[in-house]
């Protein structure tokens, strides 16, 4: 006896509990014994920094800027050892559905507006009032908005104009631009990623019986993850693997940098992108706490201490390279890798005042010796440079004032 | 003989009867509620299979279900029995679970794999790396699908028809009801490895000719107080 609409309805599989350790270093052998693992026999290590991408969609935040203050340090610091390609790609990342459904939203409930005066404060009100809506479009809504971008490289003009406005933003607060207004797309479309997923044996697709696309690494003890939803939606995860898949083989190291609560995924393609030769390593930062609370953006959280608050704020009582350098100094060394300790202006604004000190005590140490401390500053076999120990040994009174040459090459 | 609802009835209350003696004796099975309550009173034994799924295939489900109903030992046929044959049907790659799981049977294709019964308890890991199959796509044969069970086959072996009632049946429903039917059908003797099994859908299973070796019956969606079948096995004409 059984109800004939039963469909097995129990197997209701618990969330994920997708914890993985991924071993950093994972070069050994006797060659290694005698050489450094990270540095190739012949060349300069080549390195991709891929950080998480902003999908444009709200002002920065400060925990945005502090993901972007870590990326910025590990780049420039980078740099002077390895050949290091900095992949932030918004044209890979405004097919997932959170930057999708926004366009989508805008198009029906506002309509045809001049974006281009906008302030990002706005803009960001509309994102808040999408997310509060708790709306999510039926998928053959956004499809329109999906085939331009993969046609014509097109952006909707709500998040043209924040990037046009993060644009200038970087520039004032010395962040290398990745191409935030440049057409980026990835080199593979999904057919091909989930092909190359597949020859991997991590791809579990349940298209023709009329289900999602999971990636599979459940033969390492973590559960399914879905990156394309039934009705062919992709997700944040499936953007990031079609954008890195056919760029992670052409370098000798990938560093991924990510919030703490992407932990899950980012183990995820840590594992793949480690599948397909690289070493990969893993920057996980802990979101700001604003009074006490770690919020999403979706809620707001750049009024008072966003990017342009704060350039408003500061932009005038400092000049540029204390503002640049004592930025870093805050978001990178005094704030950590945790999220323990709420954003505090008059504490940043102590930092700005040091970071004048340390800039005007700054000696000429020559190149060779600030490269060589650059090296000395690179994590057990990886190339890159660890961002935090690099900038919190700026702060050890103990040592030596930071030379000039390595102030201007990394941190103004 | 053809199909009625008392039938139906007789049908669905031998099945009770067979795996839960004892819950038969407290309910009234000759109302479909009765037989109804029965299937809630069962939910005391956990003992269930899990089956993986990487891709729906008739012919490779058919053959793995019957070539895994057929090794089961009989102690632990009869405890699943007890939990009428239920089975949990999840998303999976088999081949990626092998080294971590036990499997009483893969299907030959490696698209399917079968546990053997065991408590919920004991499936745990498996389900938490996986997810329900979907299965939401309308199942459509197209036409008549000839399969030779495995196993070795008698000196003649038995020509069936499987029908199955294709109106609104999905994939999702029919790795259900296929599930239970074959299964049972094993456990019971009624189908045999080596048997050719011609399988035909219909909209309806009404006028299909009996006697019938299997049937698999639920409350009919247009009228809870009627039964309906939704898939049956028999002799096929000629084949005495």
Same mark, same amino acid.
């Given at each position: 006896?059984?109800?004939?609409?039963?469909?097995?309805?129990?197997?209701?599989?618990?969330?994920? $509990?997708?914890?993985?350790?991924?071993? $950093?270093?994972?070069?050994?052998?006797?060659?290694?014994?005698?050489?450094?693992?990270?540095?190739?026999?012949?060349?300069?290590?080549?390195?991709?920094?891929?950080?998480?991408?902003?999908?444009?969609?709200?002002?920065?935040?400060?925990?945005?800027?502090?993901?972007?203050?870590?990326? #910025?340090?590990?780049?420039?610091?980078?740099?002077?050892?390895?050949?290091?390609?900095?992949?932030?790609?918004?044209?890979?990342?405004?097919?997932?559905?959170?930057? %999708?459904?926004?366009?989508?939203?805008?198009?029906?409930?506002?309509? &045809?507006?001049?974006?281009?005066?906008?302030?990002?404060?706005?803009? =960001?009100?509309?994102?808040?009032?999408?997310?509060?809506?708790?709306?999510?479009?039926?998928?053959?809504?956004?499809?329109?908005?999906?085939?331009?971008?993969?046609?014509?490289?097109?952006?909707?003009?709500?998040?043209?104009?924040?990037?046009?406005?993060?644009?200038?933003?970087?520039?004032?607060?010395?962040?290398?631009?990745?191409?935030?207004?440049?057409?980026?797309?990835?080199?593979?479309?999904?057919?091909? *990623?989930?092909?190359?997923?597949?020859? !991997? =044996? *991590?791809? !579990?697709?349940?298209?023709?019986?009329?289900?999602?696309?999971?990636?599979?690494?459940?033969? &390492?003890?973590?559960?399914?993850?879905?990156?394309?939803?039934?009705?062919?939606?992709?997700?944040?995860?499936?953007?990031?693997?079609?954008?890195?898949?056919?760029?992670?083989?052409?370098?000798?190291?990938?560093? %991924? /940098?990510?919030?703490?609560?992407?932990?899950? &995924?980012?183990?995820?393609?840590?594992?793949?992108?480690?599948?397909?030769?690289?070493?990969?390593?893993?920057?996980? !930062?802990?979101?700001?706490?604003?009074?006490?609370?770690?919020?999403?953006?979706?809620?707001? @959280?750049?009024?008072?201490?966003?990017?342009?608050?704060?350039? &408003?704020?500061?932009? $005038?009582?400092?000049?540029?390279?204390?503002?640049?350098?004592?930025?870093?100094?805050?978001?990178?060394?005094?704030?950590?890798?945790?999220?323990?300790?709420?954003?505090?202006?008059?504490?940043?604004?102590?930092?700005?005042?040091?970071?004048?000190?340390?800039?005007?005590?700054?000696?000429?140490?020559?190149?060779?010796?600030?490269?060589?401390? %650059? $090296?000395?500053?690179?994590?057990?076999?990886?190339?890159?440079?660890?961002?935090?120990?690099?900038?919190?040994?700026?702060?050890?009174?103990?040592?030596?004032?930071?030379?000039?040459?390595?102030?201007?090459?990394?941190?103004? | 003989?053809?199909?009625?609802?008392?039938?139906?009835?007789?049908?669905?209350?031998?099945?009770?009867?067979?795996?839960?003696?004892?819950?038969?004796?407290?309910?009234?099975?000759?109302?479909?509620?009765?037989?109804?309550?029965?299937?809630?009173?069962?939910?005391?034994?956990?003992?269930?299979?899990?089956?993986?799924?990487?891709?729906?295939?008739?012919?490779?489900?058919?053959?793995?279900?019957?070539?895994?109903?057929? @090794?089961?030992?009989?102690?632990?046929?009869?405890?699943?029995?007890?939990?009428?044959?239920?089975?949990?049907?999840?998303?999976?790659?088999?081949?990626?679970?092998?080294?971590?799981?036990?499997?009483?049977?893969?299907?030959?294709?490696?698209? *399917?794999?079968?546990?053997?019964?065991?408590?919920?308890?004991?499936?745990?890991?498996?389900?938490?790396?996986?997810?329900?199959?979907?299965?939401?796509?309308?199942?459509?044969?197209?036409?008549?699908?000839?399969?030779?069970?495995?196993?070795?086959?008698?000196?003649?072996?038995?020509?069936?028809?499987?029908?199955?009632?294709?109106?609104?049946?999905?994939?999702?429903?029919?790795?259900?009801?296929?599930?239970?039917?074959?299964?049972?059908?094993?456990?019971?003797?009624?189908?045999?490895?080596? #048997?050719?099994?011609?399988?035909?859908? /219909?909209?309806? !299973?009404?006028?299909?000719?009996?006697?019938?070796?299997?049937?698999?019956?639920?409350?009919?969606?247009?009228?809870?107080?009627?039964?309906?079948?939704? *898939?049956?096995?028999?002799?096929?004409?000629?084949?005495?």
């Amino acid at each position: 006896m059984s109800s004939p609409q039963a469909t097995g309805a129990d197997a209701q599989a618990t969330g994920a $509990d997708a914890q993985a350790t991924g071993a $950093d270093a994972r070069a050994t052998g006797a060659e290694a014994s005698v050489r450094d693992p990270a540095v190739p026999a012949t060349g300069r290590p080549r390195v991709l920094l891929a950080p998480v991408t902003i999908t444009p969609t709200k002002p920065l935040t400060p925990s945005h800027l502090k993901g972007l203050f870590w990326t #910025d340090v590990a780049l420039r610091a980078s740099r002077p050892l390895a050949e290091v390609t900095h992949r932030s790609s918004h044209t890979a990342f405004d097919a997932c559905e959170q930057t %999708l459904g926004f366009w989508e939203y805008l198009d029906r409930t506002v309509g &045809d507006v001049d974006y281009s005066g906008l302030s990002g404060d706005v803009i =960001g009100e509309l994102y808040m009032r999408f997310r509060a809506a708790g709306e999510r479009a039926p998928f053959h809504a956004c499809l329109p908005y999906l085939e331009a971008i993969e046609r014509h490289g097109w952006v909707h003009p709500a998040s043209a104009r924040l990037l046009e406005l993060w644009a200038g933003q970087y520039h004032r607060l010395g962040l290398h631009d990745p191409g935030l207004t440049a057409h980026q797309p990835p080199r593979i479309g999904l057919a091909e *990623m989930i092909d190359r997923l597949r020859r !991997l =044996g *991590m791809c !579990l697709d349940l298209r023709a019986d009329g289900g999602p696309v999971f990636l599979d690494a459940t033969r &390492d003890g973590i559960p399914l993850r879905q990156i394309i939803a039934a009705d062919g939606r992709p997700n944040y995860l499936a953007c990031a693997l079609r954008d890195l898949l056919p760029l992670a083989p052409e370098h000798d190291e990938v560093v %991924l /940098l990510h919030d703490r609560d992407l932990e899950p &995924d980012y183990l995820l393609l840590h594992r793949v992108l480690a599948g397909l030769g690289p070493r990969v390593h893993r920057i996980t !930062l802990g979101r700001v706490p604003i009074d006490g609370r770690v919020t999403s953006a979706r809620h707001g @959280g750049w009024q008072q201490h966003g990017a342009e608050a704060l350039l &408003d704020e500061f932009g $005038d009582r400092h000049d540029p390279a204390a503002l640049r350098l004592g930025l870093r100094l805050y978001f990178i060394a005094v704030l950590g890798p945790g999220d323990h300790d709420s954003f505090r202006p008059e504490l940043l604004d102590r930092y700005l005042a040091k970071a004048r000190r340390l800039l005007d005590a700054a000696p000429d140490a020559g190149w060779s010796a600030v490269r060589d401390g %650059l $090296d000395a500053h690179r994590g057990a076999g990886a190339a890159h440079v660890d961002p935090y120990r690099l900038t919190a040994g700026l702060l050890n009174r103990r040592r030596a004032a930071p030379a000039r040459e390595l102030l201007t090459e990394v941190y103004t | 003989m053809t199909l009625t609802q008392r039938l139906l009835h007789d049908h669905a209350a031998r099945r009770i009867i067979r795996a839960r003696p004892e819950l038969a004796q407290v309910r009234d099975l000759s109302t479909v509620d009765g037989l109804t309550a029965v299937q809630q009173d069962a939910g005391d034994e956990d003992t269930a299979v899990v089956a993986v799924v990487r891709r729906f295939d008739l012919v490779s489900w058919v053959r793995g279900t019957v070539a895994f109903a057929a @090794g089961l030992n009989r102690r632990r046929a009869q405890e699943w029995r007890r939990a009428f044959t239920r089975t949990v049907f999840l998303a999976g790659n088999p081949a990626n679970l092998t080294t971590r799981f036990d499997f009483a049977h893969v299907a030959e294709t490696g698209a *399917m794999a079968w546990t053997a019964p065991a408590s919920a308890a004991a499936h745990r890991p498996l389900r938490r790396l996986l997810r329900t199959f979907p299965g939401t796509r309308d199942l459509t044969l197209g036409g008549d699908v000839v399969i030779d069970l495995p196993g070795e086959p008698p000196a003649e072996p038995m020509r069936r028809v499987l029908h199955l009632a294709g109106s609104g049946l999905t994939v999702a429903g029919a790795l259900v009801h296929l599930g239970h039917l074959l299964v049972e059908a094993v456990l019971d003797g009624a189908i045999s490895p080596g #048997d050719r099994l011609t399988v035909r859908q /219909l909209p309806r !299973l009404v006028g299909v000719p009996g006697p019938f070796d299997a049937l698999r019956v639920g409350v009919d969606p247009a009228d809870p107080d009627r039964l309906h079948a939704l *898939m049956s096995v028999s002799r096929e004409a000629g084949d005495d």
